[in-house]
């Protein structure tokens, strides 16, 4: 069973800073990894997606990267400013049959960008 | 584009009262469709999904159920509440046309009293 894990569980950082955020899953046989952002009280936002055939996706200030042999993703957040300032959470998926892929997620990392 | 709605956005229901939470995705067919609880302190856990109409796979066994009356349509329902049924729950839908990245709706808080 997969099993999702993601350190710190907490960061604070000042503005300007680029920083990264780590996460680990347990079963190399992922279908893809995500990315994502959860402001207090809301849903998701996916950020990034990244297929197991690839090594890294960037949108913007962010760059995420996968690693399947050590298990590990990183988040990298260039140039971080308050408004980054939320909970990110890694999810792996993996195909649970009939066209269905489930994720299973981490507890998240909660980052504050102070002013 | 896609949207997903959610609704009701909040909810308090007395322990032992029904439950029923809808989600409708739109622009899109045929979508997987997934619902979640996210507890205080813990992770998100899958409860449902659905790949098609009347097709639905448990996560966890509990006293919550889930259908699919519609291609876009996914309602999360309880015949009695009990206190550890609070939390927030989220709908969520994936396709094969974006590589099956999931994309979440805005939520539904309950408290259960």
Redesign the interface.
């Known amino acids: 069973k997969q099993e999702v894990t993601q350190i710190p569980a907490a960061l604070s950082v000042p503005e300007g800073e680029n920083l990264v955020l780590n996460c680990s899953f347990t079963d190399s046989a992922i279908y893809n990894l995500q990315w994502f952002r959860q402001d207090p009280g809301k849903g998701l936002t996916s950020l990034l997606l990244i297929q197991s055939s690839q090594r890294e996706q960037t949108s913007g200030r962010l760059n995420a990267s996968l690693d399947k042999s050590s298990g590990r993703s990183t988040l990298y957040i260039a140039a971080s400013q308050p408004g980054d300032s939320a909970t990110y959470l890694c999810a792996g998926a993996a195909y649970s049959g009939a066209g269905s892929y489930q994720l299973t997620f981490g507890k998240g990392t909660k980052l504050s960008v102070i002013p | 584009s896609q949207t997903i709605h959610?609704w009701p956005a909040t909810l308090v229901q007395p322990v032992g009262s029904p439950l029923s939470l809808e989600c409708t995705v739109e622009g899109t067919s045929n979508p997987?469709l997934y619902w979640y609880r996210q507890a205080a302190g813990?992770?998100?856990q899958?409860l449902f999904?659905s790949?098609g109409i009347g097709?639905i796979?448990s996560?966890v066994p509990q006293n919550l159920s889930a259908s699919r009356p519609q291609d876009r349509q996914f309602i999360l329902s309880s015949k009695k509440l009990l206190l550890s049924d609070s939390g927030?729950y989220?709908c969520?839908w994936?396709g094969?046309q974006s590589?099956?990245?999931?994309?979440?709706?805005?939520?539904t808080?309950l408290t259960v009293t």
Not at chain 2, 100 to 107: A, C, D, L, N, S
């Open positions: 959610q997987n813990r992770g998100l899958l999904y790949v097709q796979s996560e927030f989220l969520a994936s094969w590589n099956y990245e999931q994309y979440f709706g805005p939520g808080r």
